[in-house]
């Protein structure tokens, strides 16, 4: 969905409620915060921002409730207490992420043991950010305010909601259950070691978490086809490209203000799940871009910690049709800024 577009029937209404548009998170009264205006105003993209910002919404209309109420997972978007950036996978099954009113959502299910959202629900009112996506249509919403563990799990008070458009997103169906008696295995360490890396590399998609200090986190989506992201430097640095997207640079402007940040990447066939959390770095060098088709900047990620979850997603699930508009990859050279995987087109 592009930002505030409403679902409605399976199909989309352009239109938001007067008056409906969102006082950002903190209690600010400007729509974009300096990180995001920076990014706009370096990207010559300020009017259009501006233009797409209008339909983000401060309430969860009926057709983003519906829409959560379909979803079997969301990404979460969340600090520790040390500070550090995660995305979180919450799963539950179809229903249990439902809209109790307009104002709140409930996430009847908690993260993987050892989950930093763990720690990071352990503060009052913890500011995070739910992103849903339903990739058998290509569509998705992201929810952001602030939430607080309860019996039941995880309670949002929503602040902002809008949707995105379908750019990048792989079609994908759950197939099946996964087996495995034996309690599932946790691991943790400084660095991405070969089979991770490996993992890395294949992937199509992943999820980011950003977090500016008044504003709140953030929950994003990233595709492309495999080798899109890069690994170098004994598993310490990733870098993707960062392709077009919604012009308001929630995520980029957040980075712009704090470079903290969380990856998450998803083992579709396993159901493990990978979280990184490190700093990340914008380049917006001419140089670094000329053999990346598609890439506006890159991205660097140097890794400070990394999180191994086994079988956190309950099903496999089975590419249906890459997007068919994701830039070619053409292989890397040499230690580029932070670059230097090969890769080879796939698609």
């Known amino acids: 969905m592009t930002p505030g577009k409403q679902l409605r029937g ?6 938001a409620p007067r008056g409906s548009a969102a006082t950002r998170l903190g209690g600010m009264g400007t729509l974009f915060h300096d990180g995001e205006r920076a990014v706009q105003r370096r990207a010559g993209v300020e009017r259009a921002a501006a233009q797409v910002g209008r339909s983000i919404l401060s309430f969860v209309p009926a057709e983003f409730g519906a829409f959560l109420s379909r979803q079997p997972f969301v990404v979460v978007a ?3 207490l040390p500070g550090r950036v995660w995305a979180s996978l ?3 099954g179809v229903g249990f992420a439902r809209a109790l009113d307009d104002r709140q959502i409930l996430l009847a299910g908690m993260p993987a043991p050892e989950d930093p959202l763990e720690g990071a629900l352990e503060r009052p009112q913890a500011s995070i950010g739910v992103l ?3 990739f058998g249509t290509r569509q998705r919403i992201r929810l952001n305010g602030a ?3 309860t019996g039941d799990g995880i309670l949002l ?3 902002e909601a809008f949707g995105n458009c379908t750019k990048y997103i792989q079609r994908r169906l759950p197939a099946g259950q996964l087996n495995g008696s034996a309690a599932p295995m946790h691991r943790e360490s400084a660095a991405l070691d070969a089979r991770q890396a490996a993992l890395v590399r294949r992937a199509d998609t992943f999820f980011i978490a950003s977090a500016h200090p008044e504003r709140g986190a953030d929950a994003s989506h990233r595709g492309g ?3 899109f992201v890069e690994v170098a430097n004994g598993g310490r640095r990733l870098t993707f490209p960062d392709y077009s997207g919604n012009r308001m640079f929630q995520t980029l402007g957040n980075l712009t203000i704090n470079p903290r940040a969380g990856l998450l990447f998803l083992d579709w066939e396993t159901g493990s799940t990978l979280q990184l959390t490190g700093q990340a770095q914008i380049v917006w060098d001419p140089q670094a871009l ?3 088709p598609g890439a506006e900047r890159l991205v660097e990620i140097t890794v400070d910690a990394v999180y191994e979850h086994e079988r956190a997603l309950p099903a496999p699930w089975r590419l249906i049709e890459p997007y068919r508009q994701n830039p070619p990859i053409t292989p890397q050279g040499g230690e580029q800024h932070g670059t230097g995987m090969a890769t080879r087109p796939i698609w």
């Open 132 to 134: 849903a996506i339903e």
């Open 147 to 149: 939430a607080q563990r």
């Open 78 to 80: 969340s600090q520790d």
């Open 290 to 292: 000329r053999s990346r």
């Open 90 to 92: 919450v799963a539950g």
């Open 10 to 15: 399976g199909r989309m209404s352009s239109r």
């Open 157 to 159: 008070t929503v602040a």
């Open 225 to 227: 086809r495999p080798g």
